[in-house]
């Protein structure tokens, strides 16, 4: 039978035992709505409800004080009057709410639910975990609108107005982030205060701090997405790529490693273009030198001279990458002797000058 369905209403639907289908049916029931953490999750449902409670009870202390003053207009204590009595409705009801919650609460969950509420540092944190999952909302929603900000640059001059508003938006939610983030810092160093006094239970971690600075880059190993000391039990012993800093410099120094390999294989073909052109270069010069044009011949000179020149630079610039198989690279096209002759002419030019 399906959970919430109809239950069998004969005999024979159950092949002919009535009181074993009703059983069957009264334990698919009571077992239909429940899960393994349906006591953890009431338990941080109530602590947010008790939250909320005291929020409300915050605002109804400010109407009733609003509505005391003897100086206030008219039209605010008529406002002030309708915003009480909602907020007493709402409270009404939140209180309800959780009382009817903790009726459904084990033995076991009810002394969780007292540990929490009495323990500062499991107080703080909880707090601290919600405060950080907060933020990770709030950090993911702000890289989201800054991409959307992004791409706007590409639309046409009529949707500036749009570009503006978005733009207003995402630096209007930077001060409340911000403000979020400097909270999960001091929850972090009241938390590390209770271990440094032995008011923490045994082994407990204090979470890392958050960098104010470059918070809003959401990098793949910043500490905003490491919950150690946040989750409860016994933390399990961290692999060495997150725990070990040496381990993370050395994982650092191999993708650059890596990253200088890659770009050698590329610097190296480039080299291998280079020499290609300029050996082409080289004997086409040399091959139209034999023409009777004599102006002709006087800009092949000047341009065979260039290209000495360059094959002079370029030799001292990739000196580094004359390595490994350099036979399988293309000859320069000038000798050595050619460019031997044109470094003694340009250290004579230079002298006589």
């Known amino acids: 039978w399906k959970v919430g369905g109809r239950p069998p209403s004969t005999v024979e639907d159950t092949g002919g035992d009535a009181d074993q289908a009703a059983s069957i049916w009264m334990v698919i029931q009571v077992f239909a709505g429940q899960s393994r953490n349906a006591g953890k999750d009431t338990v941080k449902e109530l602590i947010q409800l008790r939250e909320t409670r005291d929020g409300l009870k915050k605002r109804q202390r400010e109407y009733d004080t609003l509505i005391e003053d003897e100086n206030i207009p008219a039209d605010e204590y008529t406002e002030a009057k309708t915003e009480l009595e909602l907020v007493r409705l709402r409270l009404r009801e939140l209180t309800a709410k959780i009382r009817d919650k903790q009726c459904t609460l084990g033995v076991a969950d ?83 205060q209770l271990i440094i006094n032995g008011k923490a239970p045994r082994g407990a971690i204090c979470p890392k701090q958050l960098e104010l600075k470059g918070i809003f880059d959401l990098d793949v190993d910043d500490t905003i997405w490491e919950d150690i000391g946040l989750e409860e039990g016994t933390p399990a012993a961290l692999p060495p790529w997150l725990a070990d800093e040496d381990m993370r410099a050395g994982i650092k120094a191999l993708l650059e490693r890596d990253r200088c390999i890659e770009e050698e294989v590329r610097l190296r073909h480039e080299c291998r273009s280079m020499r290609v052109w300029l050996s082409e270069e080289w004997c086409i010069v040399n091959l139209a030198l034999g023409t009777d044009d004599q102006s002709l011949a006087y800009h092949l000179r000047l341009w065979r001279s260039s290209l000495l020149r360059l094959c002079s630079q370029w030799q001292l610039s990739v000196h580094s990458l004359d390595f490994g198989d350099i036979t399988s690279l293309p000859d320069w096209g000038p000798s050595e002797e050619d460019i031997l002759n044109f470094r003694n002419a340009q250290k004579t030019a230079l002298i006589k000058e």
């Open 110 to 192: 009810h002394v969780r639910l007292e540990k929490l509420l009495n323990d500062p540092f499991l107080a703080a944190r909880m707090n601290t975990l919600a405060l950080k999952q907060c933020l990770r909302d709030h950090l993911r929603s702000q890289k989201f609108e800054l991409d959307q900000l992004e791409c706007s640059f590409r639309k046409q001059v009529n949707d500036q107005k749009v570009d503006a508003h978005t733009a207003s938006s995402v630096r209007s939610r930077e001060p409340a982030i911000a403000k979020v983030a400097r909270s999960y810092n001091a929850l972090c160093a009241t938390m590390e």
